[in-house]
């Protein structure tokens, strides 16, 4: 699982890359997209930041919290690809099923949004004010791509309680994918951010 997670945050380094090399030398097109935080003091910005962050560690904590006792961490079927190895996994639980569940709501209600949220106004803090509209725009539409990241990871939860609640393991594959895919746009989205925002440091 922490290979797979490397491997994904290496992509969205790669992808964050390239789009900040684009961005620079003025490939890309100017975006017209909106900056909810525009009209923002700096001040009013990252307090909200801050409180964002730790409403998403304190989440995180009560999964962790949540998930004592448990054979396997109840997020550990989004990284099992074969139907065959999640009805194992699910076998595991055994009676622990519920528990793991709440695990996985837990997630969905709080972890996700929280964690989108968080990616998404660093990108509107970065881009608030900036002179260089191309750097602005595209920060901004990094800070909106992480709802891509959201949908995948909603995506991925509904295999993960299909498998859970006894329906049915065989979208064990498509629950892998949405793994991938909102690590990958996650991981690519925060990556631009702390780019951009060191370009802007040197008055790029």
């Known amino acids: 699982m922490k290979k797979d997670l490397f491997v994904l945050a290496a992509i969205g380094l790669v992808i964050a890359i390239g789009l900040a090399i684009a961005v620079a030398r003025g490939a890309l097109p100017l975006l017209r997209v909106f900056n909810p935080l525009a009209n923002w003091s700096l001040t009013k910005s990252l307090v909200v930041l801050a409180i964002v962050l730790a409403a998403m560690v304190l989440s995180e904590r009560a999964i962790r919290w949540t998930d004592r006792g448990l054979p396997w961490p109840s997020a550990t079927l989004e990284w099992v690809y074969s139907s065959e190895r999640a009805a194992h996994i699910v076998e595991d639980y055994a009676n622990q099923r519920p528990q793991a569940v709440r695990g996985v709501l837990i997630d969905s209600f709080a972890f996700i949004p929280f964690y989108t949220l968080s990616i998404a106004i660093l990108c509107f803090v970065v881009a608030r004010g900036w002179t260089s509209s191309h750097w602005a725009a595209w920060t901004v539409a990094a800070g909106w791509s992480v709802a891509f990241a959201a949908a995948f990871d909603y995506l991925e939860n509904a ?9 049915t393991t065989r979208l064990a594959p498509l629950t892998y994918g949405a793994c991938q ?11 631009f951010a702390i780019i951009a925002l060191i370009a802007r440091g040197f008055g790029r």
């Open 159 to 167: 295999g993960i309680l299909a498998a859970l609640g006894g329906v």
């Open 181 to 191: 895919l909102k690590w990958v746009i996650a991981c690519a989205a925060l990556d």
